[in-house]
């Protein structure tokens, strides 16, 4: 067991680190936030203490993890609150914190997100815009996102 502090563990979404290790991050329906937790082992029969990367509000819900092309993980989920799409961009390769951005804000928008990185080693986030019924792009404009070209 990862983690069993509650109703834990919707919407997990895993992937291998730099160090050849899992990463899975999650929903915790609990607390209402969006969780990470990074494997010891190959086998994942060990882990380190999870870590809560959003808590302000109802937040992630859908989430999806890649590792972005600095080595550090990149996590698209939805915050249920404001009804947005979010990244979480962690600052070390096993996610002991991350920096947190709001990629798109119009209307009910960001839900089951999906996150991969190019062979131009930047991010495309696909997602479901709930306001106008469509799926919308997000095509990083470098490996922070903190710039990035929207497909309407």
Same mark, same amino acid.
Do not use: M, Q
């Given at each position: 067991?990862?983690?069993?502090?509650?109703?834990?563990?919707?919407?997990?979404?895993?992937?291998?680190?730099?160090?050849?290790?899992?990463?899975v991050s999650y929903y915790d329906?609990?607390?209402?936030?969006?969780?990470?937790?990074?494997?010891?082992?190959?086998?994942?029969?060990?882990?380190?203490?999870?870590?809560?990367?959003?808590?302000?509000?109802?937040?992630?819900?859908?989430? +999806? &993890? *890649?590792?972005?092309? !600095?080595?550090?993980? =990149?996590?698209? @989920?939805? #915050?249920?609150? %404001? $009804?947005? /799409?979010?990244?979480?961009?962690?600052?070390?390769?096993?996610?002991?914190?991350?920096?947190?951005?709001?990629?798109?804000?119009?209307?009910?928008?960001?839900?089951?997100? +999906? &996150? *991969?990185?190019?062979? !131009?080693?930047?991010? =495309?986030?696909? @997602?479901? #815009?709930?306001? %106008? $019924?469509? /799926?919308?792009?997000?095509?990083?404009?470098?490996?922070?996102?903190?710039?990035?070209?929207?497909?309407?």
């Amino acid at each position: 067991i990862a983690d069993n502090s509650g109703a834990v563990g919707e919407y997990s979404s895993i992937t291998i680190g730099t160090d050849g290790l899992g990463l899975v991050s999650y929903y915790d329906a609990t607390n209402t936030a969006l969780k990470i937790v990074h494997c010891r082992n190959v086998s994942c029969s060990a882990v380190d203490t999870p870590v809560t990367l959003d808590s302000d509000g109802n937040v992630g819900e859908g989430t +999806s &993890i *890649t590792i972005g092309a !600095d080595g550090f993980p =990149l996590i698209s @989920y939805y #915050d249920t609150t %404001n $009804g947005d /799409l979010k990244l979480a961009r962690c600052i070390d390769s096993v996610c002991s914190s991350a920096d947190l951005f709001s990629l798109d804000v119009l209307g009910d928008i960001g839900g089951n997100p +999906s &996150i *991969t990185v190019g062979v !131009d080693a930047l991010a =495309l986030i696909g @997602y479901f #815009d709930a306001s %106008n $019924g469509n /799926l919308k792009l997000i095509h990083c404009e470098n490996v922070f996102c903190s710039s990035f070209f929207r497909r309407r």
